[in-house]
Nanobody
Framework: QVQLVESGGGLVQAGGSLRLSCAASGRIVSMSVMGWFRQAPGKERDFVAITWRSGNTNYAHTAKDRFTISRDDAKNTVYLQMNSLKPEDTAVYFC????????????????????WGQGTQVTVSS
């Protein structure tokens, strides 16, 4: 059993930055992959970024060059550094974890994860 708790969201002006944190109750090295997703009102929950146990990463094209996912295995915490924020980045941001690796998954769909945090609100004003 793993619990994930996001923090670091808030209100920021366009062009500003935020760093989100995802603290896990268990060891994140036990997870095959950790991911960040976001969901705006009336929208689907969309992939943002993922990091594998090895530290390798993958990003949605909307996040590339602006967002950085990182991990601190000693603290069992995953981060999402968000720079150059835009109003369209406004959403609830969720942390997710997948336990066992599946070669058929790309881990860009929310259905491919076992655990979810409660989300943290990010609001970007014009």
């Amino acid at each position: 059993q793993v619990q994930l708790v996001e923090s670091g969201g808030g209100l920021v002006q366009a062009g500003g930055s935020l760093r989100l944190s995802c603290a896990a109750s268990g060891r994140i090295v036990s997870m095959s992959v950790m991911g960040w997703f976001r969901q705006a009102p009336g929208k689907e929950r969309d992939f943002v970024a993922i990091t594998w146990r090895s530290g390798n990463t993958n990003y949605a094209h909307t996040a590339k060059d602006r967002f950085t996912i990182s991990r601190d295995d000693a603290k069992n915490t995953v981060y999402l550094q968000m720079n150059s924020l835009k109003p369209e980045d406004t959403a609830v941001y969720f942390c997710a974890a997948r336990t066992y690796y599946s070669g058929g998954y790309h881990y860009t769909d929310s259905s491919e994860y076992d655990y979810w945090g409660q989300g943290t609100q990010v609001t970007v004003s014009s």
